[in-house]
């Protein structure tokens, strides 16, 4: 079976390529770890597993065709000597592989995308650490999650606006109304999930789900609508629809497990630790953002010379400042929400 893919896949450098890249995409994995963790030190053992890592990937490239679905990294080449930033920037005796970033308006969008992913996963870990240190930090750090939700929502409909639209899209009736609606629809999703935390105690009415669910699905059918119009209508040759659809995939999983109190409705007692529905949920809501965030990098490096071009510098600022201004209604919200909590449990006493 092999040999006959083999064959019908064509030349001995069509394969000297596949193995090119996964040689290339080791190499990437590499030199990401040493410039991401410059001071650390490696046992043997972890140099043998990498070295298996390696030639374990060497083996898989020479299946037929899954070359074609492993996405297109960046290349090493994507950093610069040390020599070539300033001493700030250095880590000594690490001598290349230093990565320079610069803000331009083009990556503007790009950095609020990130800015609001780190913000929603520490506000996420914050409120299930903390949360029950008492009520009021309860139902504080729970309004600020929901923040997190809100700005996370906007950051991706930034990214998604920018870099991964089609032009026949941006034209459509969704495409003119989508910056606003996304605002609208992420302020909408905080609010709703926070007073369906203040209005109602356990245990909680279906109708607590419900306010939590339809603002938030509604955000994400508008959110994803960019990318998945490029699902439906372009070939996924490209192998940044695959993380796309990938994206999409562990969406639709994490929004399976958040909104069904699985596995442990089956197994009372069983995933009080580990296995709870919620922690599935968070797993794969971090392997969404992560497919989200490396189809994004790829789409932002293939668009970035013409962004300001396309939309105009004035827009991106505008669009940038309009995350703001969600962040701050949706703090407001939270804050106001939280006198709300407070007035009540002082009332309680
Ligand atoms: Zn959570």
């Given at each position: 079976m092999y040999e006959k893919s083999f064959d019908s896949e064509g030349s001995d450098s069509e394969m000297s390529n596949k193995l090119n890249s996964i040689e290339r995409f080791s190499q990437w994995c590499r030199s990401s770890f040493f410039s991401y963790f410059p001071s650390f030190t490696m046992s043997t053992g972890v140099l043998s597993r990498l070295s298996t890592l390696t030639l374990s990937l060497q083996q898989l490239g020479q299946l037929p065709h899954l070359s074609n679905w492993l996405p297109r990294l960046p290349s090493p080449q994507a950093t610069v000597r040390a020599s070539e930033v300033p001493s700030l920037f250095r880590e000594p005796y690490i001598m290349t592989g230093?990565?320079?970033?610069?803000?331009?308006?083009?990556?503007?969008?790009?950095?609020?995308?990130?800015?609001s992913s780190l913000t929603y996963l520490s506000f996420s870990v914050a409120a299930h650490l903390l949360q029950s240190h008492s009520e009021l930090t309860h139902y504080s750090l729970f309004f600020l999650d929901y923040v997190g939700v809100a700005v996370y929502q906007y950051g991706c409909s930034l990214g998604h606006y920018f870099y991964c639209s089609e032009p026949e899209w941006r034209r459509s009736l969704v495409g003119a109304l989508f910056l606003p609606g996304a605002a609208m629809l992420a302020w909408l999703s905080c609010t709703s999930c926070c007073y369906a935390k203040f209005r109602y105690r356990r245990p909680y009415p279906l109708r607590r789900k419900i306010y939590q669910i339809i603002p938030t699905s509604l955000a994400y059918l508008l959110d994803i609508s960019p990318v998945a119009h490029r699902l439906v209508t372009k070939s996924w040759d490209d192998p940044v629809l695959v993380c796309h659809a990938l994206q999409v995939a562990f969406f639709m999983l994490a929004a399976l497990f958040f909104s069904?109190?699985?596995?442990?409705?089956?197994?009372?007692?069983?995933?009080?630790?580990?296995?709870?529905?919620?922690?599935?949920?968070?797993?794969?809501?971090?392997?969404?953002?992560?497919?989200?965030l490396q189809a994004m990098f790829q789409d932002f490096a293939e668009h970035q010379e013409s962004v300001v071009e396309v939309h105009g510098k004035h827009f991106i600022y505008l669009a940038a400042g309009s995350f703001f201004l969600l962040v701050l209604g949706s703090v407001l919200t939270a804050v106001l929400m939280r006198g709300a909590v407070q007035r009540l449990l002082r009332k309680n006493d």
């Open positions: 230093t990565s320079r970033l610069t803000l331009t308006v083009a990556s503007l969008p790009l950095f609020l995308y990130v800015l069904c109190p699985v596995p442990e409705r089956f197994f009372p007692g069983r995933c009080d630790i580990i296995g709870h529905g919620h922690q599935i949920f968070h797993i794969f809501l971090a392997m969404c953002t992560m497919c989200q």
